[in-house]
């Protein structure tokens, strides 16, 4: 059973969820270096950044738990937590790589995972 703040946490992380996909969020970052990759720390903020943006609300916290190449069709999965806890998965996956700029698209799940009790 959802207490009234995770089901608000929920359906605040759905609005993410649904910003994200019906504007459809994309990244770019330029690594330097001949074998591109995105350290996970710099794709988590990225991530944060895009996800603030498309949706027009504040940063949330991003975690990812590897770096990611700039390979296109790589994927990683990153993980978006609410200030309850709660949390909701996010896709990254490369669509292109210009020299030492890799390109993603970002998506976050339909649905959240409620906080642990």
Do not use: W, Y
């Not at 990153?78 to 698209?105: M, Y």
């Amino acid at each position: 059973m959802h207490s009234a703040r995770s089901t608000a946490a929920i359906r605040s992380l759905s609005a993410v969820a649904a910003g994200a996909l019906l504007v459809g969020c994309s990244g770019s970052v330029s690594v330097g270096n001949s074998d591109p990759k995105l350290s996970s720390d710099k794709l988590a903020t990225t991530v944060s950044e895009k996800l603030a943006a498309t949706t027009n609300q504040p940063e949330p916290d991003i975690t990812c738990p590897e770096d990611l190449a700039g390979k296109v069709g790589t994927t990683t999965r990153c993980t978006l937590t609410a200030n309850d806890g709660s949390t909701l998965g996010v896709s990254v996956k490369v669509t292109s790589v210009e020299g030492d700029q890799i390109n993603f698209d970002i998506k976050a799940d339909d649905t959240a995972s409620p906080a642990p009790n």
